[in-house]
Every structure is written in structure tokens, then in C-alpha cells.
């Protein structure tokens, strides 16, 4: 009971976003983009290691009829060692709230560092749905099971302490991140991710990458469903593994990418890392309906 102590408290600063409302969003009209389902997860909102500028601009310039937060939305682990929280951040709980109160369905699955939500499933919070996991069916028909996915992690299931030591390691890799992109921006360049870099030539982190996708297609297959939708790992990744659509958001701490769904129910990851990326051509990578 005392994360959902927390998490009550912990509400009292996000309230007050409706009532006051932040300074309107200046919206690039001819960039905006309109989806019939976005997907985000792994925003970390409460660290420093959030790119919450990038996310903010997202979410002002991308419309959506539904919009998934597929866990690690606030991250309740830092949050409960020290408290960190700046405008940017806020702007994305005032982003959240707009879509809101445009008619955009909120739906918002809980991860294990917001595992303190978990305790409010099945409710109603600013208009925002919460639940454990979803069956989302897109366009074309297909049945998407969408979940944080977590449960599937060996260390966040059978050795809890490890997962925080390695939480603590992971956030001083990304400030040391953010001081590399800070130097990189001086000298005009663009946005590049270190701790992805190094995550993707490790052995022992590909490996863990493959296996665990391969275990969540294997149990979406079981529950019968055409794909999943899922976080946790920070790897933006669309493919088909056993006959299964495989489909992770990535993260806003290194790739700054989310899926997204077209009318047609195609699926597409868009990467948000920095303007200058973001006025650059795109490579969609998509999935066939």
C-alpha cells in the first residue's frame, strides 16, 4: 500500500495541469500528422534521462482516435529516491490531458516502474483509462494484444534488486548520454544514442533482445491473437516472428520513437530524436495489413 500512498500523493502535482492551463502549444500545421492509433511507452517522465521537449513536440504535432501509454510512462522508481520533474515534462501530462479533452481515447497499461498504477486498474484518472493489458483490433481487422511486457523479463521477475542496480547503471549511462548529444548538437550534428549503440553490439544484449521478442510473440500465440504491442526493452522493432506481428514502441530516452497505425491499419514506427531528424525524409517501416 505504500506505492499507492505514493502514487495519491504523487497525483496532487498532476491535477492542477487541467485547472491551470499551460501556455498554448505553437503547432507546426503543415508537419501535423493524424493516426488512428499511437502507441508510446518507456517515456520515463520524473528522470533526467527523459527527452521530454522531444515528446512534447510529438504529441502536439501527431493526432490520434486512440492513444496507447504501454508502461514506464512516470517512473515511479526514481521518482520515490528523489524527485525530478521540469516544465517539459509537465507539458507532456498538459499534452496527454488536451487529447483528452479532443475526444482522443486515452488508455494507459501500466510497466513495472510505474507498477504503482497497476493497483488503479480498471478505473478512470483525468479521463485517462487504466488497465492491466488490452486486445487492440486495427483497421484491417487484426487483434493486437497490447501489454508493457515485463513479465516476460527474468531479472524484473526473479531478481527485483538486480533490475534496480541495473536501473541506477542505465540512468548514469544516458546523463553521460545527454552530455555526448549536448557536444554533438554544438558541432551541428545530429542525434546519436551511445547506450543504444552499445546495447545493439553487446552479445549478451542482442541475445536478450531476440529472446525476449520471441518469447512475447510465442505467448501472443498462445492467447490466439494475430500480434503484440509491447515496450520494456527500448528497441523500436516491426516484424513477424511464428506467424505473429511483433510490434515494440521503443522508448524516449535513446530512439525518442513511437508505432503508429494509419486508417488503413498499417503500422509504422516514426522516430522524433531531434528537429533536424524529424525534418529529414523518413524510411517508414511498415508491416503489410
Known amino acids: 500500500m505504500a506505492e499507492v500512498a505514493w502514487f495519491e500523493n504523487a497525483l496532487g502535482s498532476f491535477r492542477t495541469l487541467r485547472a491551470a492551463a499551460l501556455p498554448a502549444t505553437v503547432t507546426d500545421t503543415a508537419r501535423f500528422r493524424r493516426h488512428r492509433t499511437i ?5 520515463h517522465l520524473g528522470t533526467r534521462g527523459c527527452k521530454a521537449e522531444a515528446l512534447a513536440d ?10 496507447f501509454l504501454v508502461g514506464d510512462i512516470v517512473d515511479g522508481w526514481r521518482l520515490k529516491r528523489r524527485w525530478y520533474w521540469t516544465q ?4 507532456v501530462i498538459g499534452e496527454i490531458l488536451r487529447k483528452v479533452d479532443s475526444g482522443t481515447r486515452v488508455i494507459f497499461v501500466p510497466g513495472n516502474h510505474d507498477e504503482f498504477a497497476r493497483d488503479y486498474a480498471n478505473r478512470l484518472f483525468a479521463g485517462v483509462e487504466v488497465i492491466q493489458e488490452a486486445i487492440h483490433e486495427t483497421a484491417a481487422g487484426k487483434r493486437l494484444w497490447v501489454l508493457h ?7 524484473i521477475s526473479f531478481a527485483k534488486w538486480l533490475a534496480h542496480a541495473g536501473d541506477w547503471a542505465y540512468g548514469w549511462a544516458l546523463r553521460f548520454n545527454d552530455i555526448l548529444f549536448a557536444v554533438r548538437k554544438r558541432l551541428g550534428l545530429p542525434y546519436w544514442s551511445l547506450s543504444a549503440f552499445l546495447k545493439h553490439k553487446v552479445k549478451n544484449a542482442v541475445e536478450y533482445i531476440s529472446r525476449f521478442e520471441e518469447i512475447v510473440a510465442y505467448e501472443a500465440k498462445l492467447r490466439g491473437v494475430d500480434g503484440v504491442v509491447c515496450g520494456h ?10 506467424g505473429i506481428l511483433y510490434h515494440n514502441d521503443g522508448d524516449w530516452v535513446e530512439s525518442c520513437s513511437a508505432l503508429v497505425e494509419d486508417a488503413h491499419g498499417n503500422m509504422e514506427i516514426l522516430r522524433w530524436a531531434d528537429p533536424s531528424q524529424r525534418r529529414e525524409p523518413r524510411k517508414p517501416q511498415t508491416v503489410p495489413a
Open 88 to 91: 517539459a515534462q509537465s507539458r
Open 233 to 242: 526493452i527500448h528497441h523500436a522493432e516491426i516484424r513477424e516472428i511464428g
Open 39 to 43: 502507441f508510446i511507452s518507456d517515456t
Open 149 to 155: 511486457g515485463d513479465r516476460f523479463d527474468g531479472v
Open 58 to 67: 510529438f504529441l502536439a504535432h501527431n493526432d490520434c482516435a486512440t492513444l
